[in-house]
Nanobody
Framework: QVQFVESGGGLVQPGGSLRLSCAAS????????MGWYRQGAGKQREFVAN???????NYADSVKGRFTISRDNANNTVYLQMNSLKPEDTAVYYC???????????WGQGTQVTVSS
């Protein structure tokens, strides 16, 4: 069973920065894609960013130019550097890992990010 350790969430003022990390363990298979979704209060879960094992990245339009996703393949860890944070970025951020070998994805438990003055 794939397990995750997420960290880095918290309270930050508008314009500030946070760095989220998510380490996956419990698998001997290569993770094809890792990424982040978020869910604000009363909202649907939405895509934030993902990164393939080769380094190709994708971002939601709402975070382009402010967030940067990166990955440590050797340690199955994905990071999300969030800069110029806005109140609308407030949400629970969930990391995920997708395995093309089984066409399955697994999800972390989520970490709260609150942007408020």
């Amino acid at each position: 069973q794939v397990q995750f350790v997420e960290s880095g969430g918290g309270l930050v003022q508008p314009g500030g920065s946070l760095r989220l990390s998510c380490a996956a363990s419990g698998t001997r298979f290569s993770i094809s894609r890792m990424g982040w979704y978020r869910q604000g209060a009363g909202k649907q879960r939405e895509f934030v960013a993902n990164i393939r094992s080769g380094g190709t990245t994708n971002y939601a339009d709402s975070v382009k130019g402010r967030f940067t996703i990166s990955r440590d393949n050797a340690n199955n860890t994905v990071y999300l550097q969030m800069n110029s944070l806005k109140p609308e970025d407030t949400a629970v951020y969930y990391c995920y890992a997708y395995f093309s070998s089984s066409a399955r994805d697994y999800w972390g438990q989520g970490t709260q990010v609150t942007v408020s003055s």
